[in-house]
């Protein structure tokens, strides 16, 4: 268990819909990144923050965005979906914007139909 | 921007060693990281290397090269539960820690 936990596991919603994916940083941790899995795909860097501010952004599409509370949770939220965004979304977490070791979560598998 | 290549798949026989090499493209370079994921499994961090040279890690090493944008992973007395992808990551300018497609390593009796 690395301590980083994701809601839901699993994700079902229709084409044109939002969702939002949540995620709880290890104790600690002030940094959280967001990345995207297709299928047979590498990890896709999404988003990231470190105590509440944006620090990094990477090909996010303009439908999807992030926010990290003041409780240092953070959220992404997917609109207008289409087909192509059914993937496991992984959030991670790190002490320090610069540490070296990121622990990830289970994942949210998302399937839009 | 950054990029990062390393080979799509990699098979070897239990018992074996094998080698994952990665080279890499960054604007600003803080290290180069490897992670393990089993098949639809959280990704583990693996080892870090921050400056040139081999780190070792139990049946892991890992190796740099920031003259070359070169590293890889060593896995030794491989064992049928190392079949798994195998990403490398490199976190550059900016703290985004951004990997490359990932190996697919199969381990075969």
């Known amino acids: 268990d690395s301590g980083v936990t994701q809601t839901p596991k699993h994700l079902i919603t229709a084409t044109g819909q939002r969702v939002t994916l949540r995620c709880s940083p290890r104790?600690?941790?002030?940094?959280v990144y967001w990345y995207q899995q297709s299928l047979d795909q590498g990890l896709q860097f999404l988003i990231q923050?470190?105590?509440?501010?944006?620090?990094a952004k990477g090909n996010i599409l303009e439908r999807f965005s992030a926010q990290q509370f003041p409780d240092l949770h953070s959220e992404l939220n997917l609109s207008s979906l289409e087909l192509g965004d059914s993937a496991l979304y992984f959030c991670?977490?790190?002490?320090?914007?610069?540490?070296?070791?990121?622990?990830f979560g289970q994942g949210t598998r998302l399937t839009v139909v | 921007g950054q990029s990062l290549e390393q080979p799509s798949e990699v098979t070897a026989v239990e018992g074996a060693i094998v080698q994952i090499n990665c080279t890499y493209q960054?604007?600003?370079?803080?290290?180069l990281s490897w992670y393990q994921q089993h098949d639809g499994g959280a990704p583990t961090f693996l080892s870090y290397?921050?400056?040139?040279g081999l780190e070792e890690t139990g049946r892991f090493s890992s190796f740099l090269s920031r003259s070359d944008s070169y590293g890889y992973l060593l896995l030794q007395e491989l064992q049928m539960k190392d079949s798994a992808s195998y990403f490398c990551?490199?976190?550059?300018?900016?703290?985004?820690?951004?990997f490359g497609k990932g190996t697919s390593l199969l381990v075969t009796p």
């Open positions: 991670a977490s790190s002490g320090q914007t610069g540490n070296t070791e990121a622990f």
């Open positions: 104790s600690g941790d002030l940094s």
């Open positions: 923050y470190y105590n509440g501010e944006e620090r």
């Open positions: 960054t604007s600003g370079f803080y290290g």
């Open positions: 290397n921050g400056l040139d």
């Open positions: 990551a490199v976190r550059g300018s900016g703290y985004a820690l951004n």
